[in-house]
Every structure is written in structure tokens, then in C-alpha cells.
């Protein structure tokens, strides 16, 4: 158990929809990362925000935002489903040290 | 960041010793290279990190060279858990520069 919680487990909707993906780092960490994962692809990183504020940006679509809560919890929102949008979901939190703690992630399927 | 490239997949035999490269040829002064593994599924799970020479923990080792341009992890005596997709990063020491994971490399290990 990493202490990264994420929820849904899994989340099943259709194409269009709008989903939030919710996840609560470990404590004291203030770091929270997304990253998608498609059927057997790599992890592509989304965003990166640092207590509260967005640290870093990857390859996300403009469909998905994501922010960062006082209590540093985050929530991913993906709009506009598409088909190809099917994926796992991993949220991550750091220490600072370099190392990522990953949550056991959301598994979305868009129908 | 510095882009790293590992083979797409080994395969080894329990009880065996694997040993997995990762090249970085562009590695900067200050970047460190951090190994994780994840299984299907999962989140990926720190393993080890370092900036030179040698690095061990208790679950595998870590050679870096002196030129640093490669590195390579070493697993003990792998068991069928072992089987896992390793990623090699390279980065500055804190988390949020090493977010590229790449596509890592697939381990099989065979009894």
C-alpha cells in the first residue's frame, strides 16, 4: 500500500460524458502527479501541481483539467469522452527526495 | 530531460541473475537515474535510485559508471514475481523532473 488513494476503482461511461477522477496523496506529501496508461502502452504524464499550484504540464488534452485542493487532495476531469480516452489512470505523490508513490489507479472505460 | 533507452523485453529463469541497461547519453551534471517496476495493472513502485557508482538496497542493485552515460539494474536471484515491466528515469533529484517514463522493459521470468 503506497498511501495514495484513488477513486473510482472503476469508472464506466459513454462517449461525450464528463468524468472526475478524485486522489489523496500520501500525508505530508504536496505533490501530486497524473498519468494516463492505454492498453499495453507507457505511462504518458499529464500534470503536475505542487500545493495548489500547477508545476508542470505534459501531453494533456485540452478536454482535461485538473487542480489541486487546499487539503491537497486533486480531482482529474475529463470531458468530452472519446473512445481512445479508455485507460488507466494513475495518480502519484512525491516526497523530496525524488521518488513517486503511485495509487492502485482508475480504470476508465468510455463506451 | 535526458531520454533513455532500455531493451523492449529479457526473459531469465528463476534464480537467475538479471541485469537490465539503460542508456542515457545526454545525462546532465545534476540528473539522477531512478528505477521503478510495475506490474500489470498496478502502479508503478520505486525500486532504487542513485547518481554514481554502485547503489544497493535490499531488493536489487544499481551500477552506474563513471561516465554515467548508462547504468544498469541488477536483480538477485529473480522468482516468477519478478515478472514486471521496469522503467529506467533520468532526471534532477526532486520528483517533478522525472516524469518521462518511457516504455520500459518487459521482464519475463520462467520457471
Given at each position: 500500500?503506497?498511501?495514495?488513494?484513488?477513486?473510482?476503482?472503476?469508472?464506466?461511461?459513454?462517449?461525450?460524458?464528463?468524468?472526475?477522477?478524485?486522489?489523496?496523496?500520501?500525508?505530508?506529501?504536496?505533490?501530486?502527479?497524473?498519468?494516463?496508461?492505454?492498453?499495453?502502452?507507457?505511462?504518458?504524464?499529464?500534470?503536475?501541481?505542487?500545493?495548489?499550484?500547477?508545476?508542470?504540464?505534459?501531453?494533456?488534452?485540452?478536454?482535461?483539467?485538473?487542480?489541486?485542493?487546499?487539503?491537497?487532495?486533486?480531482?482529474?476531469?475529463?470531458?468530452?469522452?472519446?473512445?481512445?480516452?479508455?485507460?488507466?489512470?494513475?495518480?502519484?505523490?512525491?516526497?523530496?527526495?525524488?521518488e513517486?508513490?503511485?495509487?492502485?489507479?482508475?480504470?476508465?472505460?468510455?463506451? | 530531460?535526458?531520454?533513455t533507452?532500455q531493451?523492449?523485453?529479457?526473459?531469465?529463469?528463476?534464480?537467475?541473475?538479471?541485469?537490465i541497461?539503460c542508456?542515457?547519453?545526454?545525462?546532465?551534471?545534476?540528473?539522477y537515474i531512478t528505477w521503478y517496476q510495475q506490474?500489470?495493472?498496478?502502479?508503478p513502485r520505486f525500486i532504487i535510485q542513485g547518481?554514481?557508482?554502485?547503489v544497493?538496497n535490499?531488493v536489487a542493485s544499481l551500477?552506474i559508471?563513471?561516465?554515467?552515460?548508462?547504468s544498469t539494474l541488477s536483480l538477485?536471484?529473480?522468482?516468477?514475481?519478478?515478472?514486471a515491466v521496469y522503467y529506467c528515469l533520468v532526471?534532477?533529484?526532486?520528483?517533478?523532473?522525472m516524469?518521462?517514463f518511457?516504455?520500459g522493459t518487459?521482464?519475463?521470468?520462467?520457471?
Amino acid at each position: 500500500d503506497s498511501g495514495v488513494t484513488q477513486t473510482p476503482k472503476h469508472l464506466i461511461t459513454a462517449t461525450g460524458q464528463r468524468v472526475t477522477l478524485r486522489c489523496s496523496p500520501r500525508s505530508g506529501d504536496l505533490s501530486v502527479y497524473w498519468y494516463q496508461q492505454s492498453l499495453d502502452q507507457g505511462l504518458q504524464f499529464l500534470i503536475q501541481y505542487y500545493n495548489g499550484e500547477e508545476r508542470a504540464k505534459g501531453n494533456i488534452l485540452e478536454r482535461f483539467s485538473a487542480q489541486q485542493f487546499p487539503d491537497l487532495h486533486s480531482e482529474l476531469n475529463l470531458s468530452s469522452l472519446e473512445l481512445g480516452d479508455s485507460a488507466l489512470y494513475f495518480c502519484a505523490s512525491s516526497t523530496n527526495r525524488g521518488e513517486q508513490f503511485f495509487g492502485p489507479g482508475t480504470r476508465l472505460t468510455v463506451l | 530531460l535526458a531520454k533513455t533507452t532500455q531493451p523492449i523485453s529479457m526473459d531469465s529463469y528463476e534464480g537467475q541473475e538479471v541485469n537490465i541497461t539503460c542508456s542515457h547519453n545526454n545525462i546532465a551534471t545534476n540528473d539522477y537515474i531512478t528505477w521503478y517496476q510495475q506490474f500489470p495493472s498496478q502502479g508503478p513502485r520505486f525500486i532504487i535510485q542513485g547518481y554514481k557508482t554502485k547503489v544497493t538496497n535490499e531488493v536489487a542493485s544499481l551500477f552506474i559508471p563513471a561516465d554515467r552515460k548508462s547504468s544498469t539494474l541488477s536483480l538477485p536471484r529473480v522468482s516468477l514475481s519478478d515478472t514486471a515491466v521496469y522503467y529506467c528515469l533520468v532526471g534532477p533529484y526532486n520528483a517533478g523532473n522525472m516524469l518521462t517514463f518511457g516504455g520500459g522493459t518487459r521482464l519475463m521470468v520462467k520457471p
